[in-house]
């Protein structure tokens, strides 16, 4: 049992008055309490010297002792054991997270404000190459060798973008790179095999390159020989050579969009990227969507001819075209086109309009998938291929900017896209 403070200087106190009493009565009490504290002292500093011994050694028995020494021994003994149990849960927690983190089948690593490798997972062992303890507190730039791996570690903390490299060191693996803040000073790094996702992407990609090319050959030719045939028709043919003139036209269109589609889904870089100048390219499209409307349509274009816009020339003129195009196709005659170029709080901002037939509230979430019609006779009656919005999209995907689309069934539509407040020149 553990006695209190109060108890140890009680029994004190009664020693030593004691002692006192028993040296009045032999006539020397200054004696007897001198060697009384000397007698003390020395048995304090026996246990003290015990208590050393044993935190030199501590794999020895605690030793024992009387009074405050023993209950201080036996208070070491209970926090000793204490210990011993919290030690034992904590490596039984951390061999679980070891476990846990050993199954995951991505490279797992951790690394502090320096970039320095402070722990990593069985699986960066076997993708990275990584050992232990060598590799522990070596920068992680280092062990993982790639620029854009390094431009891309070198930037703010607060890492939220993903990068995909190829695998240092190792042919046809591809891997996928994601950051997250765990503590103020700390970085989870995880690197995940896409290896075959992206050999998959690389097919889709080469398949519709390569079949787009190998149907636009024969398509030009027929085309060619039907408008041939249009200029020396037959009249029973007429109707015929006019519906397959039409057909032609519109399956170029989808294998042109096709190989747009394809060609920004596979663009990592903006090397082609300058200040662009919209308003000419925006004249141009005017001229587009009069010989389409035919004067059946009231087309106003109100441009600020002095804002241009920072971005990739072909893609924009690509994307208004789209935007403009289908805007002229999806308004009956008699209605009214509003294009509008300004710049806006939000920045630069294209606003294309119109009094069409407009889209269902429910089908607008959905405008910019590939191949995605409101309506297949609506699709096959106005020549659309289901590609125009998802190039739009991808277009704007490029450039940082946003589509908003309002519409409205039976009333109209209008489709805006906002672009960053850097991206404009005045």
Known sequence: MIRSWKSHAGRLLLAGAGILIAGWALGHPGKALLAALAAYAIWH?????????????????????????????????????????????????????QNVTDAFPDATLIIDQKA???????????????????????????????????????????????????????????LDITAVSIRENQRLIIFRDVSEVHNVEQIRKDFVTNISHELRTPLTVMRGYLELLQDRPVDELTDAITRMHTQAIQMQSMIDDLLDLSR?????????????????????????????????????????SSLAL????????????????????????????????????????????????????????????????VGSDRGRESGGTGLGLAIVKHVLNQHQARLVIDSEYGVGSQFTCIFPPQRSRA
């Open 310 to 373: 920072f971005g990739i020339k072909s893609d924009l003129e690509s994307a208004f075209r789209n935007l403009i195009v289908n805007a002229v196709k999806y308004t009956p005659d008699g209605g009214r086109v509003s294009i509008n170029w300004h710049d806006s709080d939000e920045g630069p901002t294209l606003t294309v309009a119109d009094t069409g037939i407009g889209i269902p509230r429910r089908e607008i979430p959905r405008l910019t998938e590939r191949f995605y019609r």
């Open 264 to 304: 920004l889904q596979a663009v990592e870089a903006h090397d082609e990227e300058e200040y662009v100048d919209i308003a000419t390219i925006l004249l141009q499209l005017k001229e587009q969507a009069e010989e389409i409307s035919r004067g059946n349509h009231a087309l106003l274009f109100d441009v600020d």
């Open 116 to 174: 320095n490798l402070t722990w990593f997972n069985s699986a960066a062992s076997a993708m990275l190459g990584l050992t232990e303890p060598e590799d522990i507190g070596r920068p992680l730039g280092n062990l993982v060798r790639s620029t854009d791996f390094g431009n891309w570690l070198a930037t703010a903390e607060g890492i939220h973008s993903r990068l995909e490299i190829p695998a240092p060191g190792k042919e046809n693996t591809w």
């Open 45 to 97: 500093f026996v246990n003290i010297c015990r208590l050393y011994l044993w935190i030199q050694h501590p794999a020895r028995e605690m030793p024992g002792s009387l009074g405050l020494w023993a209950d201080i021994f036996d208070q070491i003994s209970s926090m000793e054991q204490r210990y011993n149990k919290q030690e034992v849960r904590y490596q039984s927690m951390i061999d679980d997270f």
